[in-house]
């Protein structure tokens, strides 16, 4: 699952007692985190400007070492926490843990500087993680073998995993109910959208800005072994439960 850097401050207590539950159960969750809100805090304390490019942010080297701090850090160390508070296990490391996510710049890399593309996934050390009986808590920062480190869109992360991990479903924890649609004038949530329908809906301009990379990530994921991807709103009580049991709940992405 991934789990938005603007969700995590609202996540209740229960979201938590939720994940425990499931790994009680027998279940395997594997969590890719971002940190946006608290990156351009802490870059603003420091006096780094930052600027966005299309939804991602613009990462020069000292913007990276802050990225870095406050994702593989802080961000990635309280979820660990909550998740151990809860009475779950929990072991978390970053993409350059381990060469775990593999990178390359993105295509456009001379506007956006340091951002990448995964190349590749380490599944093993995942694997292993989860074979002790732990949760595995990612932070999504990217290295190549020059040992170059890259920010990586946490969505785009969390689809390579997915797939490189073969997993059936990803669900993507947001701080909104799914993707919505204007139906008369009043916004609805789509229980169900094909890959097809979110492509159109992008060129409308009825998906637009940071829900872009999360259903694109989304569609890239679907495409290998993950057959389905939910986006849902982290503080609905038992959601991920929910999900797992295969209750209509958020937006669903299908292949067709």
């Not at 802080?74 to 926490?81: G, P, T």
């Not at 295509?107 to 949760?135: F, K, P, R, W």
């Not at 997993?167 to 009043?186: Q, S, W």
């Not at 979110?198 to 569609?219: D, L, R, S």
Request: aromatic share 2%; with cysteine; proline share 4%.
């Amino acid at each position: 699952m991934k789990c938005g850097g603007s969700t995590l401050a609202a996540l209740p207590a229960s979201f938590f007692e939720d994940l425990h539950e499931l790994q009680t159960e027998g279940m395997q969750p594997v969590i890719v985190h971002g940190g946006g809100p608290a990156i351009s805090e802490n870059l603003a304390k420091l006096g780094i400007e930052t600027e966005f490019v299309n939804g991602l942010r613009k990462t020069t080297e000292p913007v990276l070492d802050v990225v870095e701090m406050v994702l593989a850090g802080s961000i990635n160390k309280q979820i660990v926490r909550l998740i151990q508070t809860s009475g779950g296990k929990a072991l978390g490391l970053s993409g350059v843990d381990g060469g775990l996510i593999q990178a390359e710049p993105v295509s456009n890399h001379v506007e956006v500087g340091h951002v990448g593309d995964v190349t590749g996934v380490e599944a093993t050390i995942i694997q292993g993680i989860l074979e002790m009986g732990y949760m595995p808590v990612i932070a999504p920062i990217g290295i190549d073998k020059e040992g170059q480190r890259y920010n990586i869109n946490a969505d785009t992360a969390a689809g390579a995993v997915a797939s490189h991990l073969g997993v059936e479903r990803m669900i993507v924890v947001t701080d909104v109910p799914g993707i919505m649609k204007n139906v008369n004038g009043i916004k609805e949530v789509l229980p169900s959208v094909t890959v097809q329908e979110i492509q159109t809906m992008i060129q409308t301009g009825e998906i637009y800005g940071g829900m872009i990379p999360k259903v694109k990530a989304a569609i890239a994921c679907i495409h290998g072994e993950v057959k389905e991807v939910v986006i849902v709103d982290g503080s609905e009580p038992g959601v991920l439960s929910r999900v797992v049991k295969g209750e209509t709940i958020g937006t669903r992405i299908v292949q067709m």
